[in-house]
């Protein structure tokens, strides 16, 4: 059963719309795809994201079109360097300089007023925006060869499970991508964490790969919690679900007696791999909701991560994965 899993693996990596982010054309013929109106799915260390240029509207329907995700969700503007902000960005503050010069490249994205040469297609119609610099080189260099920050969402289907490998995008999106950069597993897991510096103090929009506790030591000083309406990708209550039930269990043996409740009802489910070492816990946690899901489980037994470090930021997935459905 392994072997055909893994023979029907390779066989969709080799359609014509999937290439190697090590293959010397790949930047060149993700450039063309977008200049001419499509979308691609690039990886970074964060999630796979679908990407579109942000002086393409063209594009950038078709970002919204293939996800199903509404036009008023806000997308994140990847940039390839931080000269590359002040073009993109208003009124971008001391705090916001010194944390991005601190954290980027790399899984923080930052919000701030927009310029007026920044579409409201990207910004979801709000004067504000969010910007990153991504970790991975082949993002980088492809908004280097367009020359403009890159819009790029989770290449997955609107408010489930994101992607972390090319096979990921395959399974969900399959051909409506026009073309799929396979660059491997992403190292982080989770999506950027998410800091909103148009407001002192700052507020935490959105934990994730850089933990609230290096941000607040940078700043010298504490961030808040989100206060106010949905402005940026991943706040809204019910997110990244797996379309198996997700239960969370305050430790192994509370896991195991949840588990044998579901299985007494009749139910297929599993312990999730749980591990001390929460990069390895976050980097895996998507792969085996993935996983679940392939292999028909019903119920996903989640242990509960501490609130610190990258623990923050698996919670915030946990709990937004066993949420009730919108």
């Known amino acids: 059963m392994v072997a055909v899993i893994c023979s029907l693996a390779i066989a969709m990596l080799h359609q014509s719309n999937v290439i190697q982010a090590e293959d010397p054309n790949s930047v060149a013929r993700a450039a063309e795809v977008l200049g001419n ?15 579109a240029a942000v002086d393409n509207p063209t594009s950038l329907n078709k970002v919204f079109s293939v996800k199903g995700r509404p036009t008023t969700h806000p997308l994140i503007s990847h940039l390839s360097s931080i000269e590359q902000l002040h073009g993109w960005a208003n009124e971008v503050s001391s705090d916001a300089e010194l944390v991005a010069g601190s954290c980027w490249p790399g899984p923080l994205s930052i919000l701030l007023n927009k310029s007026e040469r920044l579409p409201y297609l990207v910004t979801g119609n ?33 408010g489930r499970v994101s992607p972390t490998t090319a096979q ?6 399959g051909s409506d991508v026009d073309l799929i950069i396979d660059g491997g597993s992403c190292t982080i897991g989770v999506e950027s964490t998410i800091v909103d510096f148009t407001c002192d ?25 989100q206060r106010g309406e949905s402005r940026a990708s991943g706040m809204l209550q019910s997110h990244y679900s797996p379309a198996c039930q997700v239960i969370i269990a305050n430790d192994l043996a509370h896991a195991e007696k949840l588990l044998a409740q579901q299985q007494s ?5 599993r312990i999730v791999q749980f591990s001390d070492d929460l990069p390895i816990y976050a980097s895996t946690l998507y792969s085996q909701m993935r996983q679940a899901d392939f292999e028909g489980f019903h119920s996903l037994v989640a242990i509960r991560p501490p609130e610190t470090g990258l623990g923050q930021a698996i919670l915030d997935r946990l709990l937004k994965a066993s949420a009730p459905r919108f």
């Open 37 to 51: 109106g499509g979308v691609v799915a690039i990886p970074t260390e964060t999630v796979y994201g679908l990407a």
């Open 201 to 225: 103090p700052p507020q935490l929009l959105r934990p994730g790969g850089i933990p609230r506790e290096d941000i607040e030591l940078i700043l010298g000083k504490s961030l808040v919690g």
């Open 265 to 269: 009802m009749g139910n297929r489910a």
């Open 126 to 158: 709000r004067e504000t925006a969010v910007f990153r610099i991504p970790a991975h080189q082949f993002a980088r260099h492809l908004i280097d060869a367009l020359q403009v920050p890159l819009a790029a969402p989770s290449a997955n289907r609107f």
């Open 168 to 173: 990921h995008v395959l399974d969900d999106l």
